[in-house]
């Protein structure tokens, strides 16, 4: 019996300095590197995570030409994004705040607590499309009052907003 060759020719990874494979990242890639590195990782992390989710990539010649070009079209828009946030920052700076109803006994005490979930569904109501992850405020709010909340759009851009909880008046 003869072996016969099929034409296709195994693409060879590159190997590191310390026996694992070298791969060029796609994207940002937390605890790893920045877009547009050559990183080096464990075989089995970048075949079975890296490269199938695409955020990493094989360094050949024709792959790092790609990936420069790829590099520009996401800063412009990465330069975009932030101009967005920028305004919608604005936005929320000239807003007079929001009110939110929550059920309070007399002496204004909430019997639940307001949080990032309920702050952020009241400014999508303002037609503000604020996620609750951007909401920073120091533990849930408990007791009515007027509050000034901290809010983290991304890209190191931060606002504040004035929130006003009362109690609801439906008994």
Do not use: F
Not at 60 to 86: F, G, M, P, S
Not at 97 to 107: L, P, R
């Amino acid at each position: 019996m003869a072996t016969k060759e099929h034409g296709k020719k195994r693409s060879q990874m590159i190997k590191g300095p310390h026996g694992g494979m070298q791969l060029v990242l796609t994207e940002d890639v937390q605890h790893l590197g920045k877009q547009g590195e050559v990183v080096e990782v464990k075989p089995g992390y970048g075949r079975n995570y890296l490269l199938p989710r695409g955020m990493a990539t094989v360094p050949t010649a024709h792959n790092l030409r790609l990936l420069e070009r790829y590099k520009i079209r996401v800063k412009q828009a990465r330069e975009a994004r932030i101009a967005d946030l920028r305004v919608l920052a604005e936005q929320i700076t000239k807003m007079p705040g929001i009110t939110i109803e929550a059920n309070a006994n007399d002496e204004g005490h909430l019997y639940g607590s307001v949080g990032p979930a309920e702050i952020s569904k009241g400014l999508k109501a303002k037609g503000l499309m604020i996620e609750a992850e951007m909401v920073h405020h120091e533990g849930a709010i408990k007791e009515t009052g007027l509050y000034a909340v901290k809010l983290n759009l991304g890209h190191e851009i931060e606002t504040e907003v004035k929130v006003a909880v009362i109690k609801s008046q439906s008994k």
